[in-house]
């Protein structure tokens, strides 16, 4: 088969392209570090993690200075803030725990949080390369069909003119 002119440029053209959408998706790939929190990764979580996570926060003690007139301050703060100890997610997720729980349980929900996203991440990875194929095969075709169509139409104007 014999490439002309058109089919030269477009096969340029469509690798230059493929190039960019490669570097793209390769800087955009999902990652566990990438990955979003969605609400629905909690109700994956065994159980027990569930019944960890939903363990409400003691609140913290306000102690007065004074036995007798506690400082302005303590007036302002109508409840004290809960006792809770940030647990970040290898997503970047934080959840706040209550304090009083033991290094045991937060381990626990750790260990399912990633769990889950472990499970997650391959159809998010599929889903990206999937996009990435699209998005490169798509324009390819369509570069494709309208240069055949504007050499169709060159043709054409071509032949009308060796006509009498």
Request: glycine content about 6%; aromatic content about 10%; overall charge positive.
């Amino acid at each position: 088969m014999k490439l002309g002119g058109w089919l030269r440029m477009w096969i340029v053209l469509s690798g230059l392209y493929g190039g960019f959408v490669v570097i793209y998706t390769w800087n955009t790939f999902p990652t566990l570090a990438t990955m979003p929190h969605e609400d629905t990764y909690l109700s994956l979580m065994s159980r027990e993690a569930q019944d960890i996570v939903s363990i409400p926060a003691k609140p913290r003690e306000v102690k007065s200075e004074s036995k007798a007139e506690p400082p302005l301050m303590q007036f302002a703060i109508l409840k004290p803030p809960p006792d809770e100890i940030p647990l970040r997610l290898p997503n970047g997720f934080t959840f706040n725990l209550a304090g009083h729980l033991t290094d045991e349980q937060r381990n626990t929900v750790q260990r399912e949080y990633t769990r889950v996203l472990q499970n997650a991440l391959p159809a998010l990875q599929r889903e990206s390369i999937q996009t990435a194929l699209l998005a490169w095969l798509i324009p390819s075709v369509l570069v494709l069909l309208l240069g055949l169509a504007v050499r169709w139409i060159y043709k054409g104007f071509k032949r009308g003119n060796s006509a009498p």
